[in-house]
């Protein structure tokens, strides 16, 4: 499937219904979730840094635009970036890098209005609709058919207002964005008052922990679920835990929870055999 096609799909995708998009954080993991059936994956930065031996938000731009390239050419279905605030404060030199983003060949990236500085978490409500109207034309200039969630990161970072985040999303729909997205927010009733605020506009919402399900998310006019970094923090749970195990107390035992060798060698050298057919 080519780019282009990729991206039509996940457009389409957004029309109606409701979809998961989880979130791997490296080629085997996305791979393996595009076996599964999911139709569509989504980056997750901490997962990529975690990987690296990093904490979330210290990947620099050259290396998480590889890291997006890498991941959308490993799959078959579309793949959205989880691309931060765009690695610049200035809307004109985000918007250039969100060109970048768009040259990886991903069908879809999120803008987030998070600054990343404890004194000012967000950016200002004008410079924030500044940098999705810059990211809105940078995606059109690019030619393709990216679509582009705006997210207010409110609740995440510590100032959960719902009037404030409804504010942001709407002007965010305004001025360009396709999909939006409020990370954090849990209650059915504020999920239920995004969906309002934006439509018809399709909404996202982050899942990270046993909660609403995929049908009860989609009773509330859900359309679109990722799971950030919650795929890598269980897989680092099931690491963590065993290694642990063996340094504490010498033994074995949860290493019983283990996918069997032959069952994921297998699949993997099933995906290499198929590989010269996927699309360079």
């Known amino acids: 499937m080519s780019v282009i096609e990729k991206q039509r799909l996940f457009r389409k995708l957004h029309e109606n219904g409701c979809f998961v998009m989880p979130n791997p954080w490296d080629i085997g993991s996305a791979r393996y979730l595009q076996h599964l059936g999911f139709r569509a994956l989504a980056t997750t930065s901490s997962g990529c840094a975690w990987a690296c031996g990093r904490p979330d938000n210290s990947v620099g731009l050259t290396d998480m635009v590889r890291h997006l390239q890498e991941i959308a050419s490993s799959v078959t279905v579309p793949v959205n970036a989880d691309f931060e605030a765009g690695y610049a404060d200035d809307p004109e030199t985000m918007g250039q890098n969100v060109k970048s983003a768009v040259a990886s060949g991903v069908a879809g990236l999120s803008i987030e209005d998070a600054t990343g500085r404890h004194d000012k978490p967000?950016?200002?409500?004008?410079?924030?609709?500044?940098?999705?109207?810059?990211?809105?034309?940078?995606?059109?200039?690019?030619?393709?058919?990216?679509?582009?969630?705006?997210?207010?990161?409110?609740?995440?970072?510590?100032?959960?207002?719902?009037?404030?985040?409804?504010?942001?999303?709407?002007a965010y729909a305004q001025a360009g964005a396709d999909c939006l997205y409020a990370p954090g927010i849990r209650s059915r009733e504020d999920i239920a008052a995004v969906v309002r605020a934006v439509a018809p506009k399709p909404v996202n919402v982050l899942v990270g922990a046993p909660g609403l399900s995929v049908a009860e998310l989609a009773d509330l006019g859900?359309?679109?679920?990722?799971?950030g970094g919650a795929l890598a923090r269980a897989a680092w749970g099931g690491f963590a835990r065993a290694a642990q195990e063996i340094i504490a107390h010498g033994t074995f035992e949860a290493l019983a929870s283990a996918m069997p060798f032959t069952e994921l060698n297998g699949f993997f050298r099933d995906e290499l055999a198929r590989e010269p057919e996927r699309p360079a």
């Open 122 to 170: 967000l950016y200002d409500f004008e410079s924030a609709v500044a940098r999705i109207k810059a990211a809105r034309r940078a995606i059109d200039a690019s030619g393709g058919d990216v679509v582009l969630t705006a997210r207010a990161e409110c609740f995440l970072v510590g100032l959960p207002d719902l009037k404030e985040t409804v504010r942001r999303l709407e």
């Open 222 to 227: 859900v359309r679109r679920i990722s799971v």
